[in-house]
């Protein structure tokens, strides 16, 4: 399953990045495409990027928030919450384990061998706080001159967007090399940070600085497709907890907001069947090893 | 599976949550759509914008 689940990661990544003209074209694609939402972090200033980022787009609505509605435009970005709220309805944070580009760049990085460490749980708490401050309430309530907000998440955190669109940007466009500043300093040091983070602990953006990853966390009770943990079989023997790349102990915790649906713990570490993929409760995939709970240690 | 294992998780009641909070979203995103909001997510996401990616 982990390597269907790679392919899945592949396959999405490439289908929200399969515009490959740039080379030639030196810019990003502006085709029709681009109205479609990336349900993950993917950068649409990334040149290859064929789909919208919701983040950076509900960022820029609400920031032209004022100047939309005084020319009677009423964008307040509902369309692209729509869009992430019925994928969040559907999938929850499963995306982030097997849609996210940068979920993936991060858990190719850990496979680097090293001492590896856990993440505090409460560093897990700051991705609401970017998604509230960053992503909502600063581009919202701190205006320019022009009574224009901005994406200040993108503008001053994402290291996605550094990776996938900064730093392509700036080879393909040479002359771009002069306007290099603090700005641009800020967002590499951040990026160079996570993804030296990431070879020593697993996934250090998603857990505690993707706003995305927190709105899809919103989900996690009442998504449609998510795991089941059957305490009737469940023996408490901890080994779920071990192979969790999010840090869940999901005996103690079936429904944390952090589980990206990886399936590792029912595949990899649970011996007695105690924990299922269903759909809105309806029971989707069980391994069967022919153990039953009467075989119990 | 045994038929017990099998007919102990088809008792398992279906879930209503994802029912509302999946046509709730997408009666947002329709009136997003009514808006004309993706034409103007459309003409953010075609530009290239710099300050957004660290660049000027």
């Known amino acids: 399953m982990e390597f269907v689940r790679k392919w899945v990661q592949v396959t999405i990544g490439f289908l ?31 040149p290859a990027s064929t789909t919208y980022c919701p983040l950076g787009s509900i960022q820029q609505l609400l920031g032209g928030l004022r100047f939309a509605l005084e020319n009677g435009q009423h964008y307040f970005g509902l369309s692209v919450l ?11 944070r499963l995306i982030c384990g097997w849609a996210c580009p940068f979920g993936f760049i991060q858990e190719l990085l850990h496979k680097i061998p090293s001492r590896k460490f856990g993440i505090p749980r409460m560093l897990s708490y700051g991705k609401y706080m970017f998604l509230l401050l960053f992503v909502v309430v600063l581009p919202l309530v701190l205006i320019d001159e ?8 993108c503008k001053f955190v994402c290291p996605a967007g550094t990776l996938e669109a900064g730093l392509p940007m700036l080879f393909l466009q040479p ?7 603090l700005l641009f300093l800020n967002k590499f040091v951040i990026l160079i940070l996570f993804l030296t983070w990431a070879v020593f602990s697993s996934r250090p953006f998603c857990r505690t600085a993707c706003p995305l990853g927190a709105f899809y966390a919103l989900f996690s009770k009442v998504r449609l497709i998510k795991l089941h943990l059957d305490e009737a079989k ?12 999010m840090g869940v102990k999901f005996n103690e915790s079936p429904d944390d907001p952090e589980c990206i649906t990886c399936l590792a713990c029912m595949n990899k570490a649970c011996k007695f069947d105690a924990i299922s993929l269903e759909i809105g409760g309806i029971p989707l995939a069980v391994p069967d090893r022919g153990l039953s709970p009467a075989s119990k240690p | ?10 008792k398992r009641p279906i879930r209503k949550a994802p029912f509302v909070v999946i046509p709730a979203f997408l009666l947002l995103w329709l009136i997003g759509v009514a808006t004309g909001e993706p034409a103007r997510v ?15």
């Not at chain 1, 694609?29 to 939402?37: A, D, F, S």
């Not at chain 1, 729509?82 to 929850?92: A, H, W």
Request: charged residues 10%; contains cysteine; hydrophobic residues 30%.
């Open chain 2, 42 to 56: 459309l003409e953010q996401a075609v530009q290239v914008c710099l300050s957004c990616i660290g660049i000027g």
């Open chain 1, 146 to 153: 022009f009574g224009t907000g901005h994406p200040w998440f």
């Open chain 1, 82 to 92: 729509g869009s992430i709220g019925v994928l969040g309805g559907l999938f929850g």
């Open chain 2, 1 to 10: 599976m045994n038929p017990t294992t099998r007919d102990s998780r088809n």
């Open chain 1, 234 to 245: 469940c023996t408490n023997c901890k080994a779920c907890h071990h192979v969790c790349p």
């Open chain 1, 16 to 46: 929200t990045n399969s515009s490959w003209a740039f080379p030639f074209t030196k810019t990003i694609y502006q085709g029709p495409l681009k109205v479609i939402c990336a349900p993950g972090l993917n950068c649409y200033s990334c």
């Open chain 1, 175 to 181: 002359n771009l090399r002069n306007t290099i500043g």
